[in-house]
């Protein structure tokens, strides 16, 4: 029951059409259809009613539950999956949509978004093509693979790639190699979706060759790579390289011949494939990582895999895509899988990566145009002016004496569970408060803005990364973020 005190609280609230007609809220109709405004203070009296009835709000005051409307009705405007101004230093961050595209990339979904195209047309054959064709050449050139498919992420082609050639089969997999990555992706979980049986092999730390030609039976098809692509494990390891995953392959393959021979048939059919899940899908060697650089897909292809997966925009900083490559006849498998039509990519998607691929053909202009790889591997002294710019930025918009600019050496992060041993030395500008705090300036830069600047929290400080930041847009938009933040303090 309400208490007297609360029962007249109640009744002083304010009236749908007294709201609407509130100076707050009539500038909305120039923005939201009517109907959404009615909703939105139907919302907030109803939010007032439940925080009176349950003690919270004990005080009415119309102006205040207006203003709250003009807030909520400002943030329907908004447009739920927008772009946001990345200072975070995280490079692949898949919270922020992971890869940048390349301005060709964009411009080439940009084209396809806004006309007809040739997504499953042949124009030299005058007839229907496949939308395979797009891509598969110039990722066989830049792989040295000889086919190639892609669909709509690397977890979609671990599942197609499992289910067509693990189900009803054992996949064999090392139990250092059991990851989970970026929530919900486990090895095992796939497995069994798949209907595939998983032997592992090995210990955590060390898995030998013996341990992979131990498990061997009539029923595997297949020797699984995964490559534990988010964390590294440090000391006394040990795990078997592809090169030897293709030694047990062959012999295991060339003795069920064997025996199909002895038995008079002319050899096996059931075959022992060597399968990498590759994860990161480097296609060039990053050497200012060092022995912590990821091994590319070529190198992969080289070494005898039948078929490696990896993600589209992770290192190759491109679209949201999952690439197999490999051997014809296993690709031909593919393309013919349901789940290769269940899971096929759109033409913006294809369009990107067709674009992102060409790129490749030529490296130094593949690592100065593809954001990813450019932010990756630009040393920390060309870093530094930038973060110098950006200080300068914030400095000139600042109010005096609100907070202290610095420019000072920080890490930026790969992201994407890549590199995750790799510290890139950075600069950052560093925002000390000596109005307002760093985690309440935080709340309004990523919370109250149309376009959100993400930064990073560090011990009361704000740090704004100049290695992920596009261009000095960027930079204004993060200085004038800041000063609207002082001016809410005033
Ligand atoms: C990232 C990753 C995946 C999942 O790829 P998505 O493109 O995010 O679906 C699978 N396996 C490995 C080894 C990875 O690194």
């Known amino acids: 029951m309400a208490t007297t005190e609360q029962q007249s609280l109640l009744r002083s609230l304010p009236q749908v059409e007294e709201l609407l007609h509130h100076a707050h809220v009539t500038p909305l109709e120039k923005d939201l259809p009517r109907v959404s405004i009615v909703e939105t203070v139907r919302a907030v009296i109803n939010d007032a009613r439940q925080g009176i009835l349950a003690g919270a709000v004990t005080c009415v005051d119309a102006d205040a539950l207006a203003a709250q409307v003009h807030l909520r009705g400002l943030a329907l405007r908004r447009a739920s999956l927008r ?11 898949t919270n922020l949509g992971r890869s940048v595209l390349a301005k060709p990339a964009v411009d080439a979904v940009n084209d396809v978004a806004r006309g007809y195209s040739t997504l499953e047309y042949s124009t030299d054959a005058m007839a229907r093509g496949s939308r395979h064709d797009h ?3 110039l990722i066989c050139t830049l792989t040295g693979a000889e086919a190639a498919i892609a669909v709509n992420n690397n977890a979609a082609a671990v599942m197609m790639v499992l289910a067509e050639f693990a ?7 090392s139990r250092g190699e059991q990851v989970e990555i970026g929530g919900s992706f486990r090895i095992p979980d796939i497995m069994a979706q798949s209907h595939a049986t998983m032997v592992e092999v090995g210990a955590t730390n060390k898995t030998h060759p013996i341990d992979y030609e131990r498990a061997l039976s009539p029923a595997t098809s297949m020797l699984l790579k995964v490559h534990t692509s988010n964390y590294r494990m440090i000391g006394f390891t040990e795990s078997v390289s592809i090169k030897e995953l293709r030694h047990i392959a062959d012999a295991e393959n060339a003795r069920r011949d064997a025996a199909a021979q002895a038995a008079g048939r002319p050899g096996s059919a059931d075959r022992v494939m060597v399968y990498e899940d590759q994860g990161s899908g480097a296609f060039i060697r990053l050497d200012c990582f060092g022995e912590y650089a990821e091994p590319t897909v070529a190198e992969s292809v080289k070494q005898g895999v039948d078929l490696v997966s990896f993600s589209g925009d ?21 393309k013919k899988n349901p789940l290769a039509r269940a899971m096929r990519l759109d033409k913006m998607t294809l369009a990107a990566l067709e674009a992102t691929l060409r790129l490749y053909l030529d490296p130094e202009r593949a690592l100065r145009e593809i954001p990813t790889l450019a932010m990756l591997s630009t040393p920390a002294d060309q870093i530094r002016p930038r973060a110098e710019a950006l200080a300068a930025a914030i400095q000139a918009t600042l109010p005096q004496g609100c907070a202290e600019v610095t420019v000072v050496p920080e890490i930026s992060r790969a992201g994407g569970g890549a590199l995750p041993m790799c510290d890139i030395p950075t600069f950052v500008a560093r925002v000390r408060f000596l109005q307002g705090t760093a985690l309440d300036c935080n709340r309004h830069l990523i919370s109250e803005r149309d376009l959100p600047v993400i930064g990073r929290l560090s011990h009361d400080t704000l740090l704004f990364d100049a290695r992920t930041l596009l261009n000095t847009d960027e930079y204004k938009e993060v200085a004038l ?10």
């Not at 772009?83 to 961050?93: E, F, K, L, M």
């Not at 189900?167 to 997999?173: D, I, L, M, P, Y």
């Open 167 to 173: 189900q009803g089969h054992e996949a064999v997999v």
């Open 481 to 490: 973020a800041l000063a609207e933040y002082f001016s809410t303090l005033i």
């Open 314 to 334: 992770k290192l190759l900083g491109g679209p949201q895509a999952g690439i197999v490559v490999g051997r014809k006849e296993f690709i031909d498998r593919l």
């Open 135 to 137: 891509c598969e050449q």
């Open 83 to 93: 772009r946001v101004v990345n200072a975070s230093g995280v490079i692949i961050h």
